[in-house]
């Protein structure tokens, strides 16, 4: 499949003194046309901060230091996504990429109908429509996550968590965006809802072709939803591949040992394992592989040589950093 975002070389740190941080490094990944690409992790890995980085909605003291981020159109024109002005990053947000973050129900205005804020959002984009054809726009975006048209009525506090999550859904797709990028869109809510609105957006994606970058901390959701997966590790990806593959074979012992704390999705149990110890801060990352400390395969030059992403020496089609595979 075509690409739709390509990030290449993307270095990122938060502060730009001598005390700065690596908060990103050498973050190379495509986004393919009409695909699902899951993004783990613990907590700190990085996750949030591509995301904010690629839709350049970081704030200081994080800073791009290098690399690109290009997004292309349907018809083949690349846009360079770090240098878009204010004007034209507006323009691009909503219409040709779009956000959802966690917690994204509570930024509904509480004292406006989910009507009116979906159709502010048409209204400021959309001018030429007509008021009712944004009416019934709204209406269709409600129906596209499951809300019933009546509930446009509503404010916010009528309705549940997982309700207004899906509006932010729908707000999102509004503008029918070639990107979502959702980063832990629904960790807040119970798990059978989780299920539910991931079920619901990957159907739309089939019915409508937008591509998802699916960003949560639990890796039995993203194996489930996610075509491809790439992982990170104290601001670096460890390990990429289909989504079938590395929950078959992982292997960077870090995919590894995050497979082995939850339970198997089908087929015999397994031994929950665990990692042992917790993810480095980004002011004491360890040197060479970041992830040496907590490994029980390290050997000699982990310590001291990052390792590098590159597909494994038995084949191509997935990339792992590490020692044992080089
Ligand atoms: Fe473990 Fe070394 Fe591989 Fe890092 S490079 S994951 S420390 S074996
Ligand atoms: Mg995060």
């Known amino acids: 499949a075509e690409p739709v975002l390509t990030i290449s070389g993307l270095n990122v740190d938060y502060g730009t003194d001598a005390h700065a941080v690596h908060a990103l490094r050498d973050i190379d990944l495509t986004l393919h046309r009409g695909e699902v690409l899951g993004l783990a992790g613990e907590s700190g890995s990085g996750k949030s901060t591509l995301a904010y980085a690629v839709t350049r909605l970081l704030s200081p003291p994080g800073v791009i230091t290098g690399g690109a981020v290009h997004y292309h159109?349907?018809?083949?024109?690349?846009?360079?996504?770090?240098?878009?002005?204010?004007?034209?990053?507006?323009?691009?947000?909503?219409?040709?990429?779009?956000?959802?973050?966690?917690?994204?129900?509570?930024?509904?205005?509480?004292?406006?109908?989910?009507?009116?804020?979906?159709?502010?959002?048409?209204?400021?984009?959309?001018?030429?429509?007509?008021?009712?054809?944004?009416?019934?726009?709204?209406?269709?975006?409600?129906?596209?996550?499951?809300?019933?048209?009546?509930?446009?009525?509503?404010?916010?506090?009528?309705?549940?968590?997982?309700?207004?999550?899906?509006?932010?859904?729908?707000?999102?797709?509004?503008l029918e965006p070639e990107i979502v990028i959702m980063d832990e869109p629904t960790t807040a809510l119970d798990v059978v809802m989780q299920r539910q609105i991931l079920r619901r957006l990957v159907r739309l994606r089939e019915q409508l072709n937008f591509s998802v970058v699916f960003i949560t901390h639990d890796i039995s959701l993203l194996i489930e939803f996610s075509d491809r997966i790439a992982i990170m590790y104290g601001g670096r990806i460890v390990e990429e591949a289909g989504a079938a593959e590395i929950y078959r074979d992982p292997r960077h012992p870090y995919s590894d040992g995050l497979l082995h704390s939850f339970p198997a999705l089908h087929g015999p149990r397994r031994e929950l394992t665990g990692i042992p110890g917790s993810p480095p801060h980004l002011s004491a990352m360890p040197t060479g592989c970041a992830f040496h400390p907590r490994c029980g395969k390290a050997f000699e030059p982990c310590a001291g040589q990052v390792p590098v992403l590159a597909p494994p020496t038995d084949g191509p089609g997935r990339a792992v950093a590490c020692h044992l595979h080089t």
Do not use: C
Request: charged share 20%.
């Open 73 to 174: 159109r349907p018809g083949g024109d690349r846009v360079d996504i770090l240098s878009l002005e204010a004007d034209q990053l507006r323009a691009f947000r909503w219409q040709e990429l779009s956000i959802v973050f966690q917690g994204a129900m509570n930024s509904l205005n509480p004292v406006h109908t989910v009507h009116s804020q979906l159709t502010d959002v048409l209204a400021a984009h959309r001018p030429e429509l007509r008021k009712r054809q944004r009416t019934s726009r709204a209406q269709e975006l409600l129906s596209l996550v499951g809300i019933s048209a009546d509930r446009l009525a509503a404010y916010p506090h009528q309705l549940s968590g997982g309700m207004r999550q899906r509006v932010m859904i729908a707000m999102a797709l509004a």
